[in-house]
Every structure is written in structure tokens, then in C-alpha cells.
């Protein structure tokens, strides 16, 4: 069966810091992968999402990147965080024709709190 | 600009039925509507997907009239551990904008 995970589970950091967060899946073969952002409110964005290996796609300008180095693994970056950075951030995986139909499946998050 | 609109919030309690509507007005011919329950602190959890009339599993059901533009997610005889927040997400075909709603908090009283 397939399995996402993310870490780290929680991560407070200073204004400025760098940033890197890991997803990775198991148990399939060239998943599409998203990053989402989820503010205090509830609402999920999207930030990107890639189809393959080094395909990234943004949805929003933002402070962040994201890389995809390996098939299954989906890293978010930011060289210096912002205040308005702070969120759970949520990985999901979904096969088929990226984005249209699939079905995603979330990984269980990390949350930023940015000081 | 593609939109889902949701309530809020809704009350019930345990042993009733419970009708989520989601608005999907911009809804294109090859999109599906996907539902979601999230509970603080974890990820999304998968819970329907339909594309049109009705769609049914051993946890909820899927309605979408004719026109397809809202849906209602039904959570039959719903328990205290149904109460999360409940997202309704329609992948719309043009510009593969992937959208969710606001989400709707169902609260769940014994």
C-alpha cells in the first residue's frame, strides 16, 4: 500500500531562517505531488505541484520553492522566512493525468510557526 | 474565476443525517467533485468522489443534479467522531486550477 510522510512534524523557526521541508512516498511509481499551505482559517492553497522529476509547477508568487530531486520525494524551501510564512503545510500524492481527476492523498502535515 | 462555495459551519447530532451542499457554478464538462474530512492537525482524508447523479460508499453519499453545479455530500446516522471540517474540491479542467473550498465544520452534539 502506499504511504506519504513528512517532516519534520513541527518546526519553529526565526525570521530569516531558512527553511526545507521533506515529503517522500512509498508503494508507487511517478506520483504527481502538490504542496499546499493551510492557514489559520482553514482554507487550503495550493502552491505547487509537479507531474515528474524537476517539473515544478508555482500556483502563487510567493516566498518559496520547491524541488523535486528524486521521483518520490518533494522538498519545499525558502531561503529566508517571512512572518506570513507560518501555516500547516500539507504534501499530497495522486496518480493519473496530474490534477485533473486524481484523486489526492494528503501526508499528515508539518506545522511552521515563524517568530 | 473558478469557485466552490460551502456553509461554514452545521450542527447536528448523534444518529441523524447530515447534508453538506457544495456550490460549483463554473463546473466544466470533465471535472469531478471530490470530498474531503480533515480533523485539526492531520492531512485531508479522502472520502467520495462523483461526476454526476449519485455516488455511494460504506461512509457517505454523493448527489449532483443534472446541471452540476452544487453537490451534497449526505453522512448517514453521523457520531461524535464525524465531527471535523468537511471540503468539497472540484478540478477544473481549464488551467488545472485545483480549488477547495472553505470547508464546512460539522459539529457533532450527543
Known amino acids: 500500500s502506499q504511504t506519504i510522510h513528512q517532516w519534520p512534524a513541527t518546526l519553529v523557526q526565526p525570521v530569516g531562517s531558512p527553511l526545507s521541508l521533506e515529503c517522500t512516498v512509498e508503494?508507487?511509481?511517478?506520483?504527481?505531488l502538490y504542496w499546499y499551505r493551510q492557514a489559520a482559517g482553514r482554507g487550503l492553497q495550493l502552491l505547487f505541484y509537479s507531474v515528474g522529476i524537476g517539473q515544478i509547477s508555482s500556483e502563487v508568487p510567493q516566498n518559496l520553492s520547491a524541488s523535486r530531486p528524486q521521483d518520490r520525494q518533494f522538498i519545499l524551501s525558502s531561503k529566508k522566512l517571512l512572518l506570513s510564512d507560518s501555516g500547516f503545510y500539507l504534501c499530497?500524492?495522486?496518480?493519473?493525468?496530474?490534477?485533473?481527476?486524481?484523486?489526492?492523498?494528503f501526508g499528515p502535515g508539518t506545522r511552521l510557526t515563524v517568530l | 474565476l473558478a469557485k466552490t462555495t460551502q456553509p461554514i459551519s452545521m450542527d447536528s447530532y448523534e444518529g441523524q443525517e447530515v447534508n453538506i451542499t457544495c456550490s460549483h457554478n463554473n463546473i466544466a464538462t470533465n471535472d469531478y467533485i471530490t470530498w474531503y474530512q480533515q480533523f485539526p492537525s492531520q492531512g485531508p482524508r479522502f472520502i467520495i468522489q462523483?461526476?454526476?447523479t449519485k455516488v455511494t460508499n460504506e461512509v457517505a453519499s454523493l448527489f449532483i443534479p443534472a446541471d452540476r453545479k452544487s453537490s451534497t455530500l449526505s453522512l448517514p446516522r453521523v457520531s461524535l467522531s464525524d465531527t471535523a471540517v468537511y471540503y468539497c474540491?472540484?478540478?477544473?479542467?481549464?488551467?488545472?486550477?485545483?480549488?477547495f473550498g472553505q470547508g464546512t465544520e460539522l459539529s457533532v452534539k450527543p
Open positions: 508503494g508507487t511509481s511517478n506520483p504527481n
Open positions: 462523483g461526476y454526476k
Open positions: 499530497a500524492w495522486s496518480i493519473g493525468a496530474g490534477g485533473r481527476t486524481d484523486t489526492q492523498y
Open positions: 474540491l472540484v478540478v477544473y479542467n481549464q488551467g488545472g486550477k485545483l480549488i
